[in-house]
Each structure stands twice: as structure tokens, then as C-alpha cells.
């Protein structure tokens, strides 16, 4: 059923890419860890509703994990370069070892972002910089961090 759900938001992103603004992007921290993401906005503007959806992890030994992160976030702006972003979503984590899972990454996760996106009218790089709070049965860190960096089509 998890599969499902992601294949189909990753379709609805694919088939929306066509149409509006679209950002990929590299992120270090954030609700991926360390992961590959695509940002659209689901109104052909800059600003507005729009959504996320990545992949990442890690390899080290003989344990691993894959981090997929979907969201959806709102850019409030006046169609500058500059926003505030705040968002919420969901990190769906399968490690592929029998490590402990009573910490907050060990298992899927769920996350909000606040934070600041730069990224131009029209194509270019962009950077984001967010707080970004992640809970799930095994506690709550409220002052966890991400960056990004990417490009904006």
C-alpha cells in the first residue's frame, strides 16, 4: 500500500512538471537526510501550493536505509526571488538491516518546514534553508535543520 501511494504522488509530480514551475534539488538534513528532490508548484506561479517528493539514504557496511520524503509546501511571497516556505509532510524510511528502530529516523517520520526559499523568476539556481521539525511515535525534534541547493526550470 506504501508503495502504491508513493508511485502515485510521484506520477501526479511527473505529470504536473509539464505545466508549472519545477525545481530539482540536492538537500542535506531536511526530512531526507541526505537526499534528491523535486519541488513543483501546483499553480504555474512561483509562489502558492506546491509539493516535494525525494529520495535518499545511506550505505555503510552491511546497513543501510532509503528516505523518501513527500510533501506540501506553500511559498509566501510577491513573485520575487525571495519567500518563506512552510510545509508539512510525511518520510517513509525502510532500512535494510535488523538495527534498533526506537529512534525517530530509524522509522518513518512525519515533518513540517519553515523556513527560506530563493530561487529566480525563471530558470536558475535555487537555495533553501529550513527549520524542520520531525515527530513520530519515538519523540519529537523541533530543532532540526536543512539547505538545499538546486536548479529551477
Do not use: C, W
Request: net charge positive; charged share 15%; no cysteine.
Amino acid at each position: 500500500m506504501k508503495k502504491l501511494v508513493i508511485l502515485s504522488v510521484l506520477g501526479l509530480f511527473i505529470a504536473n512538471m509539464a505545466k508549472s514551475q519545477t525545481a530539482v534539488f540536492f538537500e542535506l538534513g531536511g526530512p531526507g537526510l541526505a537526499s534528491f528532490n523535486v519541488d513543483t508548484r501546483f499553480t504555474g506561479r512561483n509562489d502558492g501550493i506546491g509539493g516535494r517528493i525525494g529520495v535518499g539514504g545511506f550505505s555503510i557496511n552491511d546497513e543501510g536505509a532509503v528516505f523518501v520524503p513527500i510533501g506540501l509546501n506553500y511559498l509566501i511571497g510577491k513573485e520575487t526571488k525571495h519567500y518563506f516556505e512552510v510545509g508539512a509532510g510525511f518520510t517513509y524510511v525502510n532500512y535494510s538491516s535488523d538495527i534498533n528502530e526506537d529512534a525517530i529516523f530509524e522509522s518513518s517520520f512525519g515533518h513540517l518546514s519553515f523556513g527560506y526559499r530563493m530561487q529566480p523568476r525563471t530558470n536558475g539556481f535555487s537555495f533553501r534553508a529550513a527549520i524542520v521539525p520531525v515527530f513520530n511515535k519515538h519523540g519529537f525534534l523541533p530543532y532540526y535543520a536543512g539547505v538545499s541547493f538546486g536548479y529551477k526550470f
